[in-house]
């Protein structure tokens, strides 16, 4: 009997091993499927990674008579004829010879949006008034340069190139061709726009066509894919490529077939562009309207200068019949742009090997069912694995994955070489790898990693010791939060938008790590909670998670130590700057701290949720922040913050109404993050507070002369704020206020 239930239990383990074998097994697929449809960014990174190797491997053949030239403004055109931008009248010429040597077509990868400075009319506001009218007189008869260089326009095949923006003029583009959509509109695919930058309306009304210079590039800022299309509006345009094309073929329109053209879906609810035809030219594209180019490597050697088409020293059989742009090479004028097989090519470069391969009908292709293709790859990988495993030896299923995985990745390369298909061999070889390593084995990394990312994660921006106290109890990862007593820190950088418009995203990212890693460090070193970052700013707060019964002074001396530091950074930021040879602007903060019980916790969604504080002194805090924009201080402090440091030194600057609240606050700042200079500290303190008190009790001759005084003083951390009360006081006196008060209203958050 006994000898009988063992092979029955044995057969019943030996199920029930099976079952959860294939329960992994489906988890495992049910898992890659969701990865696969959730396009993580690190998928889309390795999956260019290994299309740009695949461009390395084999770049295109270099085209020994391009259908397409590159007339380049380049440094010995600039010594020759002058710096950019060249007087529209040069413009002219150069257009002129090139339609005299025949061009197609001559595109323009460069913009024409304000008039020519040097031309005669343009000059009149320099010369003296009473000399103005002679002047005028005598040039009265000459045509202005933009016109000369419209009637070079007129006279030959040319494009001009446009931008669209959003938040530009919300003008509608000035479409040269007619646009035929084949099928339900496909605006919604395209990069869309609100607005465009365009050149001058008379050089747009000469020229033959005008095309978006717009570049879409990927998330790692490489140039792989160029749009064809784009939608303003929900009207389409095209690109300043596609235009070229037309223009030199002499269509006058556009064919766009979508993806439900003849009632067909395509494949999908929302129409997507499938073809754009010019003419002979039927152009498949993706379901956004663009092109995967194949790149070749950069030859600037081909290039031909500006220089020598002016002087006449350009043979015609290298324009004649040939699609010319217009750009430029010349140091501190590049349109810089990265491909997989160049760091840096000029973006006219790029317009080329477009226009190149368009006419040749000759890109890459990702079939729209790519995707399809390859989680099939991937679930067939898994499930072939899934059958072996158990039947294998440790050493045969791991020869059998790497065969597996070696035949993905031929196959990716062989799909390329043969037909310029891009299909991604990462996801299906990554599934089968991760699955070929074993449950056991991968379950105890995955719990490994995602306490290693626990501590990565919440060291950023709270403090080691909360780190450790998380580690040890994950059970406080969860929903919910507690009442406490906080101090809250706001930081905000001034006018970063300014900063941010002369900064590239590279230089832009840079600034901002190198402004908020020493200011977190500082809140962190100080025993604080970096909260969150808004962009430019910092939230921050102390007393939780761990306790901290000096929070308003730890508050307090981490915003003086982030006043102190600024000095340092921009010092440190100038000294970058000019060693670059650019300029620089001294870049400011704004500081509000504020003391008060708070909602703290682990807030949000059941799905999602971050370690925030939130309550109305944490709104308050927020408004004292933005308050040092109207008071032109740098740090502003909350009453019941300054009640509980009775040691610091601080000083009165408003009794305020905050926006949207009823009850007025007294607002302090930290003597020590003015820059006070040279003089009794005690003696400016009595002045003063004197000066508050006759400016509330509407004193105002007083409280003039009091002020006067203070100003004469020329305290460089007080002059912000005492111009705000000169003009407090002359707006209170013009309006005969009888019923002041002495709280002042805001009537923004600032």
Not at 17 to 36: D, E, I, P, Q, T
Not at 305 to 321: M, N, P, T
Not at 409 to 431: E, H, K, R, T, V
Not at 432 to 449: H, I, M, P
Request: glycine share 8%; net charge negative.
């Amino acid at each position: 009997m006994a000898s009988e239930r063992k092979p029955a239990r044995a057969r019943s383990d030996g199920r029930a091993k099976s079952r959860v074998y294939w329960l992994f097994v489906g988890a495992f697929l049910f898992a890659a499927v969701a990865v696969f449809y959730a396009n993580l960014g690190v998928l889309q990174s390795l999956r260019y990674l290994v299309f740009d190797s695949y461009q390395r491997i084999a770049p295109a053949a270099s085209i020994s008579n391009s259908p397409v030239r590159i007339v380049d403004v380049d440094e010995a055109s600039i010594a020759r004829f002058g710096q950019w931008p060249w007087p529209r009248t040069t413009m002219a010429r150069l257009t002129n010879a090139l339609g005299a040597l025949h061009a197609k077509a001559i595109v323009f990868d460069v913009m024409f949006s304000e008039p020519d400075r040097t031309s005669p009319e343009q000059m009149l506001q320099w010369v003296d008034p009473d000399q103005r009218s002679v002047l005028q007189n005598a040039i009265g008869g000459w045509p202005t340069h933009d016109a000369l260089f419209a009637d070079a326009l007129a006279r030959n095949p040319t494009v001009l190139a446009a931008t669209f923006e959003d938040g530009g003029p919300a003008e509608t583009f000035p479409l040269k061709a007619g646009m035929v959509v084949s099928g339900s509109d496909p605006a919604p695919s395209l990069p869309s726009f609100s607005g465009f930058a365009g050149d001058l309306p008379s050089l747009i009304e000469a020229a033959h066509g005008i095309g978006s210079m717009n570049w879409v590039p990927d998330r790692d800022q490489v140039m792989r894919r160029v749009p064809l299309l784009f939608a303003q509006g929900g009207a389409l345009a095209p690109s300043l490529a596609l235009e070229g094309l037309r223009v030199a073929e002499g269509q006058t329109t556009y064919v766009v077939r979508s993806s439900n053209a003849h009632g067909s879906n395509g494949g999908g609810a929302r129409p997507r562009v499938i073809q754009v035809r010019v003419g002979d030219h039927a152009l498949a594209t993706d379901a956004t309207g663009a092109i995967w180019l194949h790149f070749r490597r950069s030859d600037r050697g081909a290039y031909i200068s500006a220089a020598r088409v002016l002087s006449g020293e350009v043979d015609a059989a290298q324009i004649s019949g040939k699609i010319v742009l217009i750009g430029t090479s010349a140091p501190g004028l590049l349109d810089l742009r990265a491909t997989p097989l160049d760091a840096a090519i000029p973006g006219v470069e790029v317009h080329q090997q477009a226009i190149e391969q368009m006419i040749a009908n000759d890109y890459l292709t990702r079939p729209d069912f790519a995707p399809a293709i390859e989680l099939l790859t991937a679930v067939l990988a898994v499930l072939v694995l899934a059958f072996a495993a158990p039947r294998l030896s440790a050493s045969a299923g791991a020869f059998l994955g790497a065969a597996i995985i070696a035949a993905i990745l031929l196959a990716g390369i062989g799909l390329f070489l043969s037909g310029g298909y891009l299909f991604d061999p990462i996801f299906p070889s990554a599934c089968a790898a991760l699955f070929a390593s074993g449950s056991g084995l991968y379950l105890f990394q995955r719990t490994e990693q995602q306490r290693a990312e626990i501590r990565r994660a919440f060291g950023q921006y709270v403090s080691p010791g909360v780190v450790r106290q998380l580690a040890a109890n994950p059970a406080a990862l969860k929903l919910g939060g507690e009442v406490r007593d906080l101090s809250l820190l706001f930081c905000d950088v001034r006018n970063f938008t300014g900063i941010s418009e002369g900064l590239s995203a590279e230089e832009l990212t840079s600034f901002i790590n190198s402004l908020l890693t020493p200011l977190s460090d500082i809140i962190i070193e100080r025993g604080g909670t970096v909260d969150k970052y808004m962009g430019d700013s910092i939230m921050a707060f102390w007393n939780a998670p761990t306790d901290d019964s000096e929070h308003a002074r730890h508050a307090c001396e981490a915003a003086e130590q982030i006043v102190a530091r600024m000095v340092d950074l921009n010092t440190q930021w100038r000294a970058n700057a000019e060693a670059a040879g650019r300029s620089f602007a001294k870049v400011s903060i704004g500081i509000g701290v504020n003391s008060g019980e708070c909602c703290v916790g682990n807030l949000g969604s059941e799905r999602r949720f971050d370690y925030s504080a939130i309550g109305d002194n944490v709104n308050v805090t927020a408004r004292l922040e933005g308050l040092t924009k109207i008071l032109g201080l740098a740090f502003v402090a909350g009453e019941e913050t300054v009640r509980r440091l009775p040691d610091m030194a601080f000083l009165e600057v408003d009794l305020i109404r905050l926006k949207g609240r009823s009850a007025p606050s007294r607002v302090f700042t930290l003597m020590s993050t003015i820059e006070l200079g040279q003089g009794d500290h005690a003696d400016l303190k009595n002045a003063h507070d004197s000066f508050i008190a006759a400016y509330r009790a509407a004193a105002w001759a007083d409280a003039r002369a009091q002020l006067a005084a203070l100003q004469a003083r020329d305290i460089k951390g007080l002059n912000a704020l005492y111009a705000v009360y000169q003009e407090r006081i002359a707006a209170l006196e013009s309006e005969n206020a009888g019923d002041w008060d002495g709280v002042f209203t805001a009537t923004t958050k600032a």
